[in-house]
């Protein structure tokens, strides 16, 4: 695949950079029938059948099928047959060849099981294909016809549509945040902004499209790939960056950034094999090409040994390691094996993205850019099976921020083979939760927080009768996606707010979930935020903003951390600790939040507190009140009504903004005050962010 030049620029790699075209195969029918070549060069016929099956609205048959146009004119043979550019072509229309043959060489087996696409993927809601089951009458149903997808590797995957109509939802999403601005230059190289743009869009699509499917029954024979299919729809659509592959950085994308699904690197340009493990481009040398890798993904399926955070012995592909059932044989120097080497003599960077496991989904993996290596020598090694192994050892570079070493300090503290530097309690909730909360102070000598009592929830002085009557569910079992006739989806508007891993699908104006009136189980899939935290969190002394907040654990987008504990007060309390500024550690819900935090958001509906709740934190709270403002957060609040047919059972509960990798200040915005209010008293800020207002309220 030769780079785009930077003159009349082409968007080729909506599909090069995903599945490079001459890697690909196209799904041919049983029954062949041949068309003509017309081209007068060529000597014989292209002997292959058009690609079978329905074309998705926009798209087309391309050459060689469809044969060259009578108005391209040209003298000599032009692959693919394009006047100027490629058309965008579905991932589902095509299937790799062995391996991610040439341009994205693969580590992933010709015909993998659902336990190495686990692993390569990071995908958390596998569904099992059932190869003895009939799936004929799923594809009858009407309006759920699988459609036939292939990925790397060749294995075939059915995924599953359903009757919601998805291009209205995705048009509306693209209305609602613009993404018609999202112009052809911030597609060839990114920024920071246009990097976090399109993750939290795919994020967004992606926890869409598995709301919708959460709602149907499993079909057998049919794998619900939502990761898959919203980077597919924008990819289609043009929304991604970065798409011109290069050697060394990756514009908007930092060192440290983890990702849950190899499609969200393929769309900011990271990594642009979905599946494959070492990804390359040719550079041109005299008159010939060579390839060179540009990244690769260590996630465990070869025998990487990456023991040490700074240095990685890379595994070569290829030699049917993963493929079980077939003959195991010597690697080969070629396609990603030859680019390492390649690279190994030229001495270009190579990205590194680190595969770990998700603690919180064992099926899962989450990868952590590891920033820039060289590969300082290669070697070929006996493997286990006894067969030849390429072997690549390639070191970090200097200078650059920790990343893969935090995820190693983390796990040595877990295990307490090394001890946390600066702790102060291991546990500063006193057991009030089931997850010890640690607090650090590597910085100076406080002791801690004075005159605090940890308390995980609200306390009110007197009930606050509600104004809508509460019925509660009936849900023995718990709630179920598909449920209609459940009152308490009802009241979200006929879905759950969450999916089936507990993740917030969006941002809604007010929350239902089950309450006391409800008679579900605990571990029902509507009460995500009432059994306390549920990852290790650690109270820490900053340089200058007082104490703050941060996790061990990575937190994945829309996944909660808290709710806001103290004292509910009145509003006229609240005043009088203003004009005292006594009010370090109020939390108002009649603020606004600011711009910025609405984009989980699609709607762009307001929040909808029912009564004005004012909490207090200052002499009793939990964690939450150690959340500093910042004008550029990764975490945002949201209100949550608990159906109780007695009182107003209002909550304010924090879930991740973004993807947070571990030790990562957690932020969120102070909001607004209202217009009643606006001569309230201003606050330095000290976020830090290239956005900082300078002050918060």
Request: net charge neutral; glycine share 10%.
């Amino acid at each position: 695949m030769e780079d785009d030049d930077g003159q009349d620029y082409v968007d080729k790699s909506r599909v090069l950079n995903v599945r490079p075209l001459r890697c690909l195969a196209p799904i041919f029918p049983s029954t062949p029938s041949f068309p003509s070549f017309p081209h007068p060069q060529a000597s014989s016929p292209f002997m292959c059948p058009p690609p079978a099956g329905h074309f998705p609205p926009g798209f087309a048959s391309f050459y060689p099928f469809s044969g060259y146009s009578d108005s391209h004119n040209m003298q000599t043979p032009m692959p693919f047959g394009f006047n100027g550019s490629i058309p965008a072509v579905p991932i589902n229309s095509f299937r790799s060849g062995a391996n991610g043959d040439a341009g994205s060489s693969g580590r992933s087996s010709r015909n993998p099981g659902p336990s190495q696409y686990e692993e390569e993927d990071g995908y958390s809601d596998w569904v099992h294909v059932n190869d003895g089951e009939d799936s004929s009458k799923a594809a009858t149903k009407k309006k759920r016809i699988p459609k036939r997808a292939r990925a790397g590797g060749g294995q075939d995957i059915n995924v599953a549509f359903s009757d919601v109509d998805v291009d209205a939802m995705v048009d509306k999403i693209v209305e609602s945040f613009n993404l018609m601005d999202f112009d052809t230059f911030k597609r060839a190289d990114g920024d920071k902004d246009s990097v976090g743009y399109i993750r939290m869009i795919y994020d967004l699509l992606r926890r869409k499209l598995s709301q919708i499917e959460d709602s149907k029954e499993s079909t057998p024979g049919v794998t619900r790939r939502p990761d898959l299919r919203a980077g597919t729809i924008l990819m289609n659509k043009g929304i991604r960056t970065n798409v011109k592959k290069r050697i060394g950085v990756v514009p908007g994308v930092e060192v440290g950034d983890i990702f849950f699904f190899r499609m969200e690197m393929c769309l900011v340009g990271l990594h642009a094999p979905i599946m494959a493990g070492i990804d390359y481009m040719g550079l041109k040398v005299s008159q010939d090409e060579e390839p060179v890798a540009v990244s690769i993904v260590s996630s465990g399926g070869y025998e990487d040994n990456s023991e040490d955070a700074d240095v990685l012995v890379y595994s070569g592909q290829g030699g049917n390691i993963n493929n079980k059932g077939m003959e195991i044989t010597d690697q080969k120097l070629e396609r990603g094996n030859l680019a390492l080497e390649k690279s190994l003599h030229r001495g270009n960077e190579v990205r590194v993205i680190r595969g770990v496991k998700d603690i919180a989904n064992p099926t899962g993996k989450i990868y952590v850019y590891d920033g820039l290596y060289k590969i300082q020598e290669s070697w070929v090694d006996k493997g286990k099976s006894g067969c030849n192994v390429f072997k690549y050892k390639l070191v970090r570079l200097s200078g650059q921020p920790e990343a893969y070493t935090v995820w190693k300090s983390v796990q040595q503290w877990k295990d307490g083979s090394t001890a946390r530097v600066g702790v102060i309690s291991h546990d500063l909730t006193s057991g009030a939760e089931s997850i010890p909360v640690s607090l650090v102070n590597d910085v100076d000598d406080e002791k801690g927080p004075s005159n605090f009592t940890y308390y995980p929830g609200l306390k009110y002085s007197k009930p606050v009768n509600s104004n809508e009557s509460s019925t509660g569910c009936g849900c023995h079992g718990g709630c179920l996606a598909g449920n209609s006739s459940c009152p308490c989806i009802q009241r979200n508007d006929g879905n759950l707010p969450y999916t089936t891993n507990g993740v917030l699908v969006s941002q809604k104006p007010l929350i239902h979930e089950c309450g006391s009136s409800c008679i579900c189980p605990p571990n029902c899939k509507n009460r995500v935020c009432q059994s306390g935290l549920k990852i290790r969190l650690e109270v820490f002394k900053t340089k200058d903003k007082g104490w703050g907040l941060r996790s061990w654990d990575p937190i994945r987008s829309g996944a909660f951390i808290c709710e806001y504990a103290g004292e509910v007060i009145d509003i006229t309390s609240a005043e009088e600790l203003r004009c005292e500024n006594d009010d370090d550690y109020i939390f108002d819900a009649t603020r606004t939040n600011q711009s910025g935090e609405g984009f989980l958001n699609a709607s762009n509906e307001t929040l909808k507190i029912p009564f004005p709740l004012i909490i207090n934190a200052k002499h009793a709270g939990n964690v939450a009140r150690f959340m500093n403002h910042s004008c550029s957060p990764n975490v945002f609040w949201q209100p949550v009504l608990r159906e109780n047919s007695k009182e107003c059972d209002l909550h304010i509960v924090f879930y991740a903004y973004r993807h947070i990798p571990p030790m990562t200040e957690l932020t969120y915005s102070y909001g607004i005050v209202p217009p009643d209010r606006a001569d309230q008293r201003r606050k330095k800020c000290l976020c830090g962010s290239a956005k900082c207002l300078g002050y918060f309220y």
